[in-house]
């Protein structure tokens, strides 16, 4: 199901319903740029979030936009890492739902 390709159809998709295309693109836009969070940290955040929702489109999208913002391999890889430790993180606490008092 995944191919890289239908990222082309976004703007036939859009074209369907444009003012909340329109508003979509411009919220992307205005979160990822650079702020009080530089824009190179928010493409690491995008990653980590991207790698827990397991998004292959958001993943190659951001990982292709952190790398011109100046992101090493090394920080790609403590991003996964992080994402990692959250997910584990998520089911161990939500293992405790599971003991009785």
């Not at 329109?22 to 530089?38: W, Y």
Request: aromatic share 6%; glycine share 4%; hydrophobic share 50%.
């Amino acid at each position: 199901m995944y191919d890289m390709n239908n990222i082309k159809k976004l703007p036939k998709l859009g074209s369907h319903a444009n003012e909340a295309w329109k508003s979509f693109v411009a919220f992307d836009k205005a979160a990822l740029a650079d702020g009080a969070i530089p824009k190179k940290y928010k493409e690491l955040m995008a990653i980590a979030v991207a790698l827990t929702t397991q998004c292959p489109y958001c993943i190659d999208i951001h990982v292709d936009a952190a790398r011109k913002a100046g992101v090493s391999d090394e920080e790609l890889a403590e991003a996964g890492f992080v994402a990692a430790a959250l997910r584990a993180g998520a089911a161990v606490t939500h293992a405790t739902h599971l003991l009785k008092e």
